[in-house]
């Protein structure tokens, strides 16, 4: 012994983990608390990968039919009802295919151009059809091909109005035009028009032709609004 300290063999350093500072009792609520947290957490990791398994984010997405809303001017699901006419504008989408998706008019033919597909008749379609036709015609080169036809432009869908307005002639016709919006898309009446005595001429199916009368100064007025008609293709609105 030197300076009244032993010369013995000094004991290492040992360093204690939590569990062994605390008493027994503190110990056993530590292993009570963590078994506890352990349990709670197991079934939501296993719920979670019940629904990962149910909603995977690979599936692959299918591609829509659409139509362009002619009211807005966007795009929605179409219905399968509306037929293709010239001058329509369509946007043809081929899956994976960026070479061959191309937005196309509609020709006075009725027919359009389609990379691979060559010309394809469209005119008297339903976008719907058109995609089937287009599919088939790009099997021999794409496998498997999912098409997809957006109108984005209708066209040709049309109706006239002649006479006493301000800008007579042909207008694009939407879902909800009617003869109130005809007027206003030709400017209104001009001067001396006789505004109770507007007609509608209608196109029947025998081939005929209907005459259907539009008094102005009783619809704005709540009379007869029945008269105020949703216009269909081809309708010529006359004021004398």
């Given at each position: 012994?030197?300076?009244?300290?032993?010369?013995?063999?000094?004991?290492?350093?040992?360093?204690?983990?939590?569990?062994?500072?605390?008493?027994?009792?503190?110990r056993?609520?530590?292993?009570?608390?963590?078994?506890?947290?352990?349990?709670?957490?197991?079934?939501?990791?296993?719920?979670?990968?019940?629904?990962?398994?149910?909603?995977?984010?690979?599936?692959?997405?299918?591609?829509?039919?659409?139509?362009?809303?002619?009211?807005?001017?966007?795009?929605?699901?179409?219905?399968?009802?509306?037929?293709?006419?010239?001058?329509?504008?369509?946007?043809?989408?081929?899956?994976?295919?960026?070479?061959?998706?191309?937005?196309?008019?509609?020709?006075?033919?009725?027919?359009?151009?389609?990379?691979?597909?060559?010309?394809?008749?469209?005119?008297?379609?339903?976008?719907?059809?058109?995609?089937?036709?287009?599919?088939?015609?790009?099997?021999?080169?794409?496998?498997?091909?999912?098409?997809?036809?957006?109108?984005?432009e209708?066209?040709?869908?049309?109706?006239?109005?002649?006479?006493?307005?301000?800008?007579?002639?042909?207008?694009?016709?939407?879902?909800?035009?009617?003869?109130?919006?005809?007027?206003?898309?030709?400017?209104?009446?001009?001067?001396?028009?006789?505004?109770?005595?507007?007609y509608?001429?209608?196109?029947?199916?025998?081939g005929?032709q209907?005459?259907?009368?539009?008094?102005?100064?009783?619809?704005?007025?709540?009379?007869?609004?029945?008269?105020n008609?949703?216009?269909?293709?081809?309708?010529t609105?006359?004021?004398?």
């Amino acid at each position: 012994m030197e300076n009244g300290f032993s010369s013995g063999p000094r004991r290492p350093l040992q360093l204690r983990t939590l569990e062994q500072t605390m008493t027994i009792p503190a110990r056993d609520m530590h292993r009570r608390i963590t078994t506890l947290g352990l349990c709670l957490l197991v079934p939501v990791w296993l719920a979670a990968q019940t629904d990962t398994e149910k909603n995977p984010s690979t599936t692959k997405s299918q591609p829509q039919t659409v139509t362009a809303d002619s009211n807005t001017g966007s795009a929605r699901v179409h219905d399968d009802t509306y037929i293709i006419g010239a001058d329509d504008v369509l946007a043809i989408n081929v899956w994976k295919e960026p070479e061959v998706s191309r937005t196309v008019p509609v020709r006075s033919d009725g027919k359009i151009s389609v990379p691979l597909a060559g010309e394809v008749q469209a005119s008297g379609e339903t976008p719907l059809q058109l995609e089937n036709v287009l599919a088939a015609k790009l099997q021999s080169f794409i496998s498997e091909p999912e098409v997809t036809v957006i109108v984005t432009e209708i066209k040709s869908q049309k109706f006239n109005i002649l006479g006493m307005v301000t800008k007579p002639g042909s207008y694009p016709l939407t879902n909800s035009s009617t003869v109130l919006d005809a007027i206003a898309l030709a400017g209104g009446f001009r001067d001396f028009a006789k505004q109770k005595s507007l007609y509608i001429l209608r196109q029947n199916p025998d081939g005929g032709q209907s005459r259907l009368p539009f008094n102005y100064k009783d619809v704005i007025k709540g009379k007869n609004s029945g008269q105020n008609i949703k216009l269909q293709p081809r309708d010529t609105i006359v004021v004398p």
